[in-house]
């Protein structure tokens, strides 16, 4: 099985308060999530940048791109994920 990919789903631009618009994440937070190596990590991570999503609004498109990027990488979604498509 594959590593859990990051939540980046290649929009990549800092506006909202330093946060991407496509996923939330600040530029610390992508270098972060690069040196997490355990995939337990990886998925706590991506479980954190959904409630920091919630809290933020306007990241709706973020879940079915994620879940697509997984799907494609044949990943199964977590199981926070796959509850709430």
């Known amino acids: 099985m594959s590593k859990i ?3 980046c789903i290649d929009v990549c631009k800092f506006k ?3 946060h991407c ?3 939330s994440m600040t530029k610390a937070q992508k270098s972060l999530f690069k040196g997490l190596k355990k995939d337990a ?3 706590a991570f991506v479980e954190m940048l959904t409630a920091q999503q919630d809290c933020m609004g ?3 498109h ?3 791109s994620y879940l697509k990027k997984l799907e494609k990488k044949k990943i199964k979604p977590m ?3 796959s509850g709430q498509t």
């Open 79 to 81: 199981d926070f994920l």
């Open 5 to 7: 990919p990051s939540p």
């Open 62 to 64: 973020w879940r079915p």
């Open 41 to 43: 990590h990886r998925e």
């Open 21 to 23: 618009i496509g996923c």
């Open 16 to 18: 909202r308060r330093g």
């Open 58 to 60: 306007k990241y709706g």
